[in-house]
């Protein structure tokens, strides 16, 4: 393929240009009606024909660059046809090269999302999924990048779980969608040596953060939730409630590895929880485990037993806050320099 610019002059350029100016005058006239669909319906089909031309004859990149200059002074008001941006078409062409498939998926984001998608996934399947995702949940396009940067749709379904063989087949799946292996829990910071309870305050203060990071339809109810059973008090880490599931979800955190302890304790909390707490239209309540770290035979074995609808999965955490308070060794090295220098200022006043 060749960057020559013979062609620039030929009647087949011509007419794509003229091809195109009729488009974007017909698409600008139907935008009043459903702007964004007619607009990405519009950039297909640029990028459809950019890649179609450069085929058939033979044009090189320049060809984007003569357009984009072309189009700029025919269409003064309207912005997107920066040689970068043609580039972009061309790419989401060739991503979708069938539109009455990816028509049903793209147009109903922005542009912008689109090329940020375009721009961090690489395949089909992801790209799908973080549209259906940007769908549902109404992603900004700062949101967006954020779940990409973290490796949300590899983290997605992946911690261990019972769900199979404790909840209903209809339960099941979407709950083993919703558990991801691991929680990214790096929006905040913790002491050095932080326990259990410093990183459920951390969560708490930033219980937005934690809600977008477990996904859509969960809602908080509380934390050190209290629980009677048998005249004695029990307290749950982090309680929710999710709206699809129409279940209670226990969240039991812990700072180190799992313990196949951990499991037994969490079955309690979920059997009081739906004994205490469900209603008779609730579905099953379910748990997660978030541990630092865990020992995939271990939680494999633990799960195995366990009636209660349970999940064990890991979290990610900042890292620790350094404490930047001197040592006592230090402290004393430190007053015994400064007497020294304020010995010697005395003399030397003298």
């Not at 009636?307 to 040592?327: D, F, G, Q, R, V």
Request: hydrophobic fraction near 40%.
């Amino acid at each position: 393929m060749s960057d020559n610019l013979t062609f620039l002059s030929s009647d087949s350029y011509e007419r794509l240009l003229s091809g195109l100016k009729k488009r974007i005058k017909a698409a600008n006239v139907r935008a009043a009606v459903s702007v964004n669909a007619e607009l990405i319906s519009l950039y297909w089909q640029i990028g459809k024909e950019i890649l179609a031309k450069q085929e058939e004859e033979g044009w090189g990149s320049k060809v984007i660059e003569r357009l984009s200059v072309d189009l700029k002074r025919e269409f003064p008001g309207t912005g997107g046809f920066s040689h970068t941006n043609l580039k972009y078409m061309k790419t989401f062409a060739e991503s979708w090269p069938d539109w009455s498939i990816g028509q049903q998926l793209v147009d109903q984001i922005p542009w912008s999302h689109n090329m940020v998608i375009l721009q961090q996934i690489k395949g089909l399947d992801a790209r799908r999924w973080y549209i259906q995702k940007t769908i549902e949940n109404g992603w900004s396009r700062n949101v967006l990048l954020l779940q990409i940067e973290s490796e949300l749709y590899e983290r997605q379904g992946g911690a261990l779980s019972n769900f199979e063989q404790s909840l209903p087949p209809s339960q099941s799946d979407l709950a083993q969608q919703l558990v991801k292996d691991p929680y990214n829990l790096e929006f905040f910071t913790l002491p050095e040596k932080a326990v259990e309870r410093d990183l459920e305050k951390a969560l708490v203060s930033h219980i937005q953060e934690f809600l977008l990071e477990l996904g859509v339809g969960f809602a908080f109810v509380g934390s050190q939730y209290r629980l009677e059973v048998g005249g004695e008090e029990f307290f749950i880490d982090m309680l929710f409630y999710h709206l699809q599931l129409r279940c209670y979800v226990v969240v039991d955190l812990k700072m180190g590895a799992f313990k196949p302890e951990y499991s037994g304790k969490m079955n309690f909390y979920i059997n009081a929880v739906d004994d205490l707490l469900r209603h008779t239209d609730d579905q099953p309540t379910i748990g997660i485990i978030l541990c630092k770290s865990k020992n995939k035979a271990i939680a494999e074995y633990s799960l195995r037993q366990t009636e209660a609808p349970l999940a064990i999965a890991t979290h990610k955490l900042p890292p620790p806050l350094k404490n930047k308070m001197p040592s006592p060794e230090a402290l004393e090295k430190e007053m015994d320099v400064a007497l020294e220098r304020l010995k010697e200022d005395q003399k030397n006043q003298k």
